[in-house]
Nanobody, 124 residues
Framework: QVQVAESGGGLVQTGGSLRLSCVGS????????VAWFRQAPAKEREFVAA????????YYKDSVQGRFIISRDNAKNMVYLQMNSLKPEDTAVYYC?????????????????WGQGTQVTVSS
């Protein structure tokens, strides 16, 4: 079983940057696909970015493509989300998730372990 925990959220102005971090427990964390999701008030949780256990598989929500970068450091059991050129519509609670599937996915059901979330607020 894996546990994940996020950190790094905060308040930032439009156009600013933040880096979210996610630490995973377990010696086999490197074999898990990992992803970031977010949930804004009164909205459903949505996919943001995913990184497969293989270093070549990365996927992004269209609206964050080119602004956000997901990366992982398997030696440290860490996953990162570098968020640049932030917009007010990026305001949400951001969740780190991990799951084992043959292919990395973008759906909530494809991830079994979730963190508690970290708040990101972008002011206009």
């Amino acid at each position: 079983q894996v546990q994940v925990a996020e950190s790094g959220g905060g308040l930032v102005q439009t156009g600013g940057s933040l880096r979210l971090s996610c630490v995973g427990s377990g010696s086999d964390f490197s074999t898990y696909n990992v992803a970031w999701f977010r949930q804004a008030p009164a909205k459903e949780r949505e996919f943001v970015a995913a990184h497969g256990w293989s270093t070549h598989a990365r996927y992004y929500k269209d609206s964050v493509q080119g602004r956000f970068i997901i990366s992982r450091d398997n030696a440290k059991n860490m996953v990162y989300l570098q968020m640049n050129s932030l917009k007010p519509e990026d305001t949400a609670v951001y969740y780190c998730a991990a799951g084992i599937r043959m292919k990395v996915g973008t759906k909530i059901v494809e991830y079994d372990y979730w963190g508690q979330g970290t708040q990101v607020t972008v002011s206009s």
